[in-house]
């Protein structure tokens, strides 16, 4: 996919306004296919070969739990789960997550070079609670934050799609009581009864994003959005979800920067830990 100036102006438009894009059959079946071949491989060799991958089991359970991949039972991976941050570890993955031409149209968005700190696999729906990314990991300087979600595979209705709810970044953001974006969970409801209310002031109603294989859908870091309910567990919903900061912000930390390419950088850190 190549955009012009003029494609970029639309897109900076409709970004503005709505708080996302959708760039349908950005990737062909053969980069998609190297992604889910590699977490097919990693699921088959996880004990046998060493690795320093975390995973979240369970999700939406009160079995969740954070713990290295390689000890994990098959059964995991029969239930939703979120595979951590294979772009520290595999090149096939920061080639997708910062191809030239979508880490382009990011460091639009972004003002700047993208910087990816975090990516997150998922082979079922999330059913994650409908929130902004500004809960977990806010930016150092405001608005430099987004994320994008790549389709694995086709979407199902009942797989349990992304929902999101348009121009909802244009909300003057909740602050907790630590005057911080970040969340408090027994806040929660106070911060769910301002939305509700501004939703319904600004007459925006969720949608759900139907993606095909290939589709990418990228999102401001305060667009309210998360996971609709999965209607039939046995369908999967294949997805590579990617955080990016402005590189910019974050040159104080050059030892840690890796450049991909001319518009991209990862973020090297260590693995997260369990819990």
Same mark, same amino acid.
């Given at each position: 996919m190549t955009?012009?100036?003029? +494609?970029?102006?639309?897109?900076?438009?409709?970004? +503005?306004t709505d708080g996302y894009l959708v760039l349908p059959g950005f990737f062909d079946n053969k980069r998609i296919a190297r992604v889910n071949d590699l977490v097919d491989e990693l699921w088959d060799s996880r004990a046998a070969k060493p690795n320093q991958l975390i995973i979240d089991t369970?999700?939406?359970?009160?079995?969740?739990?954070? *713990?290295?991949?390689?000890?994990?039972p098959d %059964?995991?991976?029969?239930?939703?789960?979120?595979? +951590?941050?294979?772009?520290?570890?595999?090149?096939?993955?920061? %080639?997708?997550?910062?191809?030239?031409?979508?880490?382009?149209?990011?460091?639009?968005?972004? &003002? &700047?070079k993208a910087l990816v700190f975090n990516t997150l696999n998922f082979e079922y729906g999330s059913g994650q609670d409908d929130h902004v990314d500004t809960f977990y990991m806010p930016p150092k300087q405001a608005n430099r934050m987004l994320a994008s979600w790549m389709a694995l595979e086709n979407i199902s209705p009942d797989s349990g799609p992304l929902r999101y709810y348009p121009g909802s970044h244009l909300i003057p953001p909740y602050l907790f009581s630590n005057g911080k974006t970040n969340v408090i969970g027994a806040e929660l409801p106070a911060f769910y009864s301002y939305m509700k209310l501004e939703l319904e002031k600004r007459g925006i109603e969720?949608?759900?994003?139907?993606? &095909?294989?290939?589709?990418?859908f990228i999102w401001h870091a305060q667009l309210?959005? &998360?996971?609709?309910?999965?209607?039939?567990? %046995? %369908? *999967?919903?294949?997805?590579?979800?990617?955080?990016y900061y402005r590189t910019a912000e974050y040159r104080h930390l050059f030892w840690r920067l890796k450049k991909v390419n001319e518009h991209g950088y990862y973020y090297r850190r260590p693995h997260q830990t369990p819990h």
């Open positions: 955009a012009g100036r003029s +494609n970029f102006d639309a897109m900076v438009a409709k970004w +503005n369970f999700l939406g359970t009160p079995e969740t739990r954070r *713990t290295r991949f390689s000890t994990v %059964q995991v991976r029969e239930s939703p789960y979120k595979l +951590n941050d294979l772009y520290l570890d595999y090149e096939d993955v920061r %080639q997708v997550v910062l191809d030239k031409e979508l880490a382009k149209i990011v460091g639009l968005l972004l &003002g &700047g969720p949608v759900s994003f139907l993606a &095909g294989r290939g589709d990418v309210f959005h &998360g996971g609709t309910p999965i209607i039939d567990p %046995q %369908q *999967t919903r294949r997805s590579l979800v990617t955080h």
